[in-house]
Nanobody, 123 residues
Framework: QVQLVESGGGLVPIGDSLRLSCAAS????????LGWFRQAPGKEREFVAT???????YYAPSMKGRFTISRDNYKNTVYLQMNSLKREDTAVYSC?????????????????WGQGTQVTVSS
């Protein structure tokens, strides 16, 4: 059983940057693919980015170039660096871990989820 705890969310102005962290415990971190998803009020959960066990990354088109996912297997932590934040990036951001390595844009492929951290982008 893997436990995931996100941190780093907050209220930031438009155009600012934020780095989210997700600390894992209870499993062999390096064996999992990891991802970030987000959910805005009244909307469905949305794929943000994923990183494989070997470090390969994949982004949703609207985030590519602004967001960067990375992992530190020694610290059992996955990160999401978010730059040039827009109002529409406001959402609860959740990290997730998967035993799979394909179709990771699909949330149903993930086995473990964190509780989420709120990111609010406002003028």
């Amino acid at each position: 059983q893997v436990q995931l705890v996100e941190s780093g969310g907050g209220l930031v102005p438009i155009g600012d940057s934020l780095r989210l962290s997700c600390a894992a415990s209870g499993g062999t971190f390096s064996r999992y693919s990891l991802g970030w998803f987000r959910q805005a009020p009244g909307k469905e959960r949305e794929f943000v980015a994923t990183i494989s066990k070997s470090g390969n990354t994949y982004y949703a088109p609207s985030m590519k170039g602004r967001f960067t996912i990375s992992r530190d297997n020694y610290k059992n932590t996955v990160y999401l660096q978010m730059n040039s934040l827009k109002r529409e990036d406001t959402a609860v951001y959740s990290c997730a871990a998967s035993i799979y390595y394909t179709d990771l844009f699909d949330g149903s492929r993930f086995n473990y989820w964190g509780q989420g951290t709120q990111v609010t982008v406002s003028s």
